[in-house]
């Protein structure tokens, strides 16, 4: 039976990603504002959406040339490195995006939250796992009201290694005391969905996002019937498999 529902935060439950990318874009335009614009960057976050913090920015970093323009603002924020400054610029635009609570409101997944709710009333442990830092997925959980809403949270600052390494994924179902056989995962990205089957977790579902519908195909990693680029076939799905646990 199924009696563990796992989320991921960013592009799962809420748009964050959407806000994440735009951060990006906004930081790497502050930095080189002749030569970049804006959608290119939010293009380019597309490769990365699910990766940690340090491993998104680097890319940017390298992929846009940003490193002389990042480098001179190292002493300014206290850091060592060009992709943290970056990630210090970014930080500000972020920060900016999500201190508004409206935009956090309408920037929820309503099918996936529905979800969420459904495996709630359905009697299953909830948990989120995030690589999102603790600060961040408290303030947009306090901010949505959701905090209660999930039996344990794990984030980016409970493990040593992200997705796609499944640390995250085998802490909630140590934590839930749960078998991964009797778990469901929902995830967005690539890396996510590598985490979660690395971790043997049985039922393992993709809701693609217009920044990761491409990689999740052509990845390979899921069953097409696992894949789900319409969120109006998210009710029957989860209906479908509680169904069968409940007679398997």
Request: glycine share 4%.
């Amino acid at each position: 039976m199924i009696r563990a529902a796992i989320f991921d935060l960013d592009g799962t439950l809420v748009q964050t990603e959407r806000l994440k990318a735009l951060s990006y874009a906004r930081a790497a335009v502050d930095l080189c504002p002749y030569t970049l614009a804006e959608a290119t960057v939010i293009d380019a976050f597309k490769d990365v959406v699910g990766l940690s913090r340090r491993e998104v920015a680097t890319h940017l970093v390298e992929r846009f040339d940003l490193q002389e323009k990042a480098a001179a603002l190292m002493d300014q924020f206290g850091v060592s490195t060009p992709w943290q400054a970056y990630v210090q610029v970014r930080l500000r635009h972020y920060h900016a995006l999500i201190a508004d609570p409206d935009v956090l409101r309408s920037n929820q997944w309503p099918h996936n939250v529905a979800v969420l709710e459904a495996a709630r009333a359905d009697g299953c442990q909830t948990a989120l796992a995030t690589m999102s830092r603790c600060e961040q997925a408290t303030r947009v959980l306090d901010i949505l009201g959701w905090a209660d809403r999930f039996n344990f949270i794990a984030t980016r600052d409970d493990v040593t290694h992200s997705k796609p390494d499944p640390e995250i994924y085998l802490l909630v179902l140590s934590e839930l005391a749960v078998d991964p056989q009797d778990a469901f995962v929902l995830e967005d990205s690539p890396s996510g969905v590598q985490a979660a089957l690395a971790a043997e977790i049985a039922h393992v579902f993709a809701v693609t996002t217009p920044f990761t519908r491409d990689r999740i195909r052509s990845a390979g990693l899921l069953p097409e019937d696992h894949i789900v680029d319409d969120p109006d076939r998210l009710p029957g799905i989860l209906a479908a498999l509680l169904d069968r646990a409940k007679n398997s």
